[in-house]
């Protein structure tokens, strides 16, 4: 069974920096997709950043371009989100999600979540 644990999590003021970080365990894809995604409160899940295994291709929603970046671990099986100069409208449980094969926007497309890490920003 797959596990995604999340860690990072926190509050900051708008402009500082956070680092999430999550850990896949039970599964052997040969190629995989790690992606990140936020959902305030009232508003839908949306992908924040993606990345690929196969390829290390990488994928960012507008609103994040130039200040998250992704990046995956030498084993492939962890995943970090660096986020800097962050904004009050960054506020939102974030969440580590994994499917095999490419990487899609949708939520509905992954099949692994992880249990999600509050990032608060104020301002």
């Known amino acids: 069974q797959v596990h995604l644990v999340e860690s990072g999590g926190g509050s900051v003021q708008a402009g500082g920096s956070l680092r999430l970080s999550c850990t896949a365990s039970?599964?052997?894809?040969?190629?995989?997709?790690m992606a990140w995604f936020r959902q305030a409160p009232g508003k839908e899940r949306e992908a924040v950043a993606r990345?690929?295994?196969?390829?290390?291709?990488?994928g960012y929603a507008g609103s994040v371009k130039g200040r998250f970046t992704i990046s995956q671990g030498n084993a492939k099986n962890t995943v970090s989100l660096q986020m800097s100069s962050l904004k009050p409208d960054d506020t939102a449980m974030y969440y580590c999600?994994?499917?095999?094969?490419?990487?899609?926007?949708?939520?509905?497309?992954?099949?692994?979540w992880g249990q999600g890490t509050q990032v608060t920003v104020s301002s």
């Open positions: 990345i690929y295994s196969g390829t290390g291709g990488t």
């Open positions: 999600a994994a499917r095999e094969g490419y990487c899609p926007i949708g939520a509905v497309e992954y099949n692994y």
């Open positions: 039970g599964y052997t894809f040969s190629s995989a997709c």
